[in-house]
Structures are given as structure tokens and as C-alpha cells.
């Protein structure tokens, strides 16, 4: 079956309805990348059904998780796997911290930058308590009656904050 755009769907299936328009639910079988995150429409339904299955991401929205990170930031290499130093574009809080991934990456870039934590790993400092605990807010900045999620000892004291704060509450 022909696919006009080299992307790896056929034709027939991108438009499924082969009206020659682009309707609700169908990628452009004339763009690679509908959506235009970076990711082919190949990569995002892995198995070219054009339907969105478990583990894949919406070819035709740039933010399928709605975490406010585009799909190729998140997927910085376009492989469609989750690798190293990547998110999750099919979830919001790839590390489950309880905080979205767009609000620890606050520049958007897909890496972690000076203030940020990581949105890849739920205790960015290492000092045993999670993200999530330490920004309670989860606004991604070091408030009032926070310990800094980007420092392993917040006071300076030669303790973690993970000891000082042994229940993580």
C-alpha cells in the first residue's frame, strides 16, 4: 500500500476513510509529522493502526501527556522509547513525584538546568526524600517551610534533609 510520506502508516490507513481530507482522529498522509513535535507519525503509533495504544504517543497532538512539554523535547531523540536522560511523553510525572514534568523542567528544554529538578528521577538531590515532598506545593520553586529539592542539605548543617526530616513529612 502507498505511503506518500515515508512515515511508516500506509496511506489508506492514515485517511482512513480515503476522502482525501484530513477528519478528526486521521493523520496527514502527506506530512511525516502531522502534529510537528519532531516524532514521525510512524514512531508515534508504533504499530501503524492509526489508533492510540498503551505506550504510544498521539500523532496528531504535539503534548499528548498535556504535561505542557512537547512530545520531542520529551523523546529528545524521536525513537519512541523512553531512554536515558528523557520523560515520558505518555505521562505527565514520568517519575511520579506528584510534580508534572513541564513544572520541574521550568525552561522546557529536556534538561535539567540550575534550579530545576529532574523529572526523570522522583529525589533529585539524593538526600532520601522525593521532589513531591520537599516543593509540598509542587510549584517548582524552594518556598517558605520548604527544603530545597535541588540541595541534599537545605540549612547547610552537614545533614541531609532526608535525616533531619527522617518521616518525610
Known amino acids: 500500500s502507498a505511503d506518500t510520506d515515508d512515515d511508516g502508516i500506509p496511506d489508506g490507513v492514515e485517511d482512513a476513510d ?38 504510544e504517543t498521539d500523532p496528531n497532538n504535539a503534548d499528548s501527556d498535556g504535561d505542557g512539554l512537547p512530545d520531542g523535547i520529551e523523546d529528545a531523540n524521536g525513537n519512541g522509547e523512553v531512554d536515558e536522560g528523557e520523560t515520558d511523553p505518555t505521562s505527565a510525572d ?18 535539567v538546568g540550575p534550579g530545576e529538578t529532574d523529572p526523570a528521577n522522583d ?41 533531619e526530616d527522617a518521616d518525610g513529612d
Open 18 to 55: 480515503q476522502d482525501g481530507e484530513r477528519d478528526p482522529g486521521e493523520t496527514d498522509p502527506t506530512l511525516a509529522d502531522t502534529d510537528g513535535d519532531g516524532i514521525p507519525d510512524g514512531v508515534e503509533d508504533a504499530d501503524q493502526d492509526g489508533k492510540i495504544d498503551r505506550g
Open 94 to 111: 514520568t517519575d511520579g513525584d506528584g510534580i508534572p514534568d513541564s513544572v520541574e523542567d521550568l525552561d522546557g528544554d529536556g534538561l
Open 123 to 163: 529525589d533529585s538531590d539524593s538526600d532520601g526524600l522525593p521532589d513531591g515532598v520537599e516543593d509540598a506545593n509542587g510549584n517548582g520553586l524552594f518556598d517558605d517551610g520548604e527544603t530545597n529539592p535541588t540541595l541534599a542539605d537545605t540549612d547547610g548543617d552537614g545533614l541531609p534533609d532526608g535525616v
